[in-house]
């Protein structure tokens, strides 16, 4: 168990839909990292916020948007959805605000787009 | 710009024979490298990093790397494979941010 819990695990909805996957990182973890994993791009990096501010950009399309709480969770928004955003996309922590440090890995929210 | 390549998309190798993974990096400077495993339907765990000094690192389940800045390299061995080794594996590099390889999916047989 890494201490990240991610949230719905599945998720299936249709094109043109709005959903929110959340994230609680690890206990003391300040940086929150957002990842797309699929077939044909693996992981892709989207965006990465430490203690609510956002700290670095990815490949994160306009239509997602991405938020830190004060209490440190995280959100992904991901709207008008398509059929290429069906993906398996998690949530890391890290104690470090750059890049450096290990990363801790939820166990992802797997999203169907039909 | 940095960059990660993992040659192998999948390989397969003979419970209890030796393993290598292989990774190659792009990076302006001295990079932290990273080693990460995936079981199916897991998030990625670490397996190892390396920063700087002894360019021989371990990690935990019995695996190594070695970083190799003369071929910007950072190779994942493995003396001898489990069942349970099969998995899919990641090299990543940090700078500005985390990235990642393709992966590299191991199957091991009986």
């Known amino acids: 168990d890494s201490g990240v819990t991610q949230t719905p695990k599945h998720l299936i909805t249709a094109t043109g839909q709005r959903v929110t996957l959340r994230c609680s990182p690890r206990s003391g973890d300040l940086s929150v990292y957002w990842y797309q994993q699929s077939l044909d791009q693996g992981l892709q990096f989207l965006i990465q916020?430490?203690?609510?501010?956002?700290?670095a950009k990815g490949n994160i399309l306009e239509r997602f948007s991405a938020q830190q709480f004060p209490d440190l969770h995280s959100e992904l928004n991901l709207s008008s959805l398509e059929l290429g955003d069906s993906a398996l996309y998690f949530c890391?922590?890290?104690?470090?605000?750059?890049?450096?440090?290990?990363?801790?890995f939820g166990e992802g929210s797997r999203l169907t787009v039909l | 710009a940095q960059s990660v390549t993992q040659p192998d998309i999948h390989i397969t190798v003979s419970e209890g024979a030796s393993l290598e993974l292989r990774c190659n990096y792009s990076?302006?400077?001295?990079?932290?490298l990273f080693w990460y495993v995936q079981s199916p339907g897991q998030g990625l765990q670490l397996l190892l990093k390396y920063f700087s000094g002894d360019t021989l690192v371990q990690g935990i389940k019995g695996f190594e790397a070695e970083f190799k800045r003369s071929q910007s390299s950072f190779n994942l061995r493995k003396p001898s494979v489990h069942w349970s080794d099969a998995a899919e594996y990641f090299c990543?590099?940090?700078?500005?941010?985390?990235?990642f390889g393709a992966g590299t999916r191991l199957f091991v047989k009986a």
């Open positions: 990076y302006g400077a001295t990079p932290y």
């Open positions: 916020y430490y203690n609510g501010e956002e700290r």
């Open positions: 890391a922590s890290s104690d470090r605000q750059g890049a450096t440090g290990e990363l801790f």
């Open positions: 990543a590099i940090a700078g500005f941010k985390t990235i």
